[in-house]
């Protein structure tokens, strides 16, 4: 059994091609904005061009455009392929990730670059897997002042630890090589998670008061 995941909301670009669970084939890099260019050469590159016999891809919340490019893909190589395709969030990859980091017990509190001032949340148990209570996305000097954990995980600790002044920031990217980590939880739809409005609006929109 050969699971292709693929990683694009956040600025890592991570995909991973897993045969029974164990890593065959991986990149892992921080691209920013280059995921739409660098996405199909990296899959390519996997043994056997990463065919598979089902796809995983990480839904968000993210960089907008980097969970719409990670999906479109993801969505076009099951079609080609003939093969079944499920969401996970970045949450929950970046949580497993740091449970197995130097955590010393407690929440863990993931946070997620997100824009206008705001960051993406989520918190979840020790272990990584169970979480509490929904995704967020909130300003970060609101979110500053609720956190009180001492250790912030992901790609928007360093500005959360900077904002409230204490505590220990873990920069981590979610790997698409860590997903058996995930793998008892149930899967998501292949559809993205933004997290929050989209920053586009409608003419109608833009007309209301």
């Known amino acids: ?6 990683d694009t909301a956040t600025q890592a670009l991570s995909v991973a091609l897993l045969e029974d669970g164990t890593p065959v084939g991986r990149f892992h890099e921080i691209v920013g904005r280059g995921h739409a260019e660098a996405l199909l050469p990296a ?5 056997d061009g990463g065919r598979a016999d089902a796809i995983a891809v ?3 919340p ?13 969505r076009a190589l099951a079609l080609a392929w003939g093969v ?12 497993a990730q740091a449970a197995l980091s130097d955590h010393q017990g407690g929440p863990i509190v993931v946070t997620i670059t ?4 705001e960051l993406f949340w989520q918190c979840f148990d020790a272990d990584g897997r169970t979480q509490h209570g929904p995704i967020r996305s909130t300003l970060i000097s609101d979110l500053a002042r609720q ?13 959360l630890v900077t904002e409230r002044g204490a505590g220990t920031a873990v920069t981590l990217y979610p790997d698409a090589s860590a997903w058996p980590l995930i793998a008892a939880l149930p899967g998501l739809p292949p559809s993205p998670i933004y997290g929050r409005g989209a920053d586009a609006k409608t003419i109608a929109e833009r007309a209301l008061p």
């Not at 899959?43 to 043994?47: E, N, Q």
């Not at 993210?62 to 993801?74: C, D, L, N």
């Open 62 to 74: 993210g960089s907008f455009t980097g969970v719409r490019i990670g999906i479109a893909a993801a």
């Open 1 to 6: 059994m050969r699971l292709l995941v693929i």
């Open 147 to 159: 956190i009180e954990t001492p250790f912030i995980y992901g790609t928007g600790a360093e500005t």
């Open 84 to 95: 079944p395709l499920h969401g996970f969030s970045a949450p929950s990859i970046i949580a």
């Open 114 to 117: 997100g824009g206008h001032g």
């Open 43 to 47: 899959i390519a590159a996997l043994p």
């Open 58 to 60: 990480d839904v968000g």
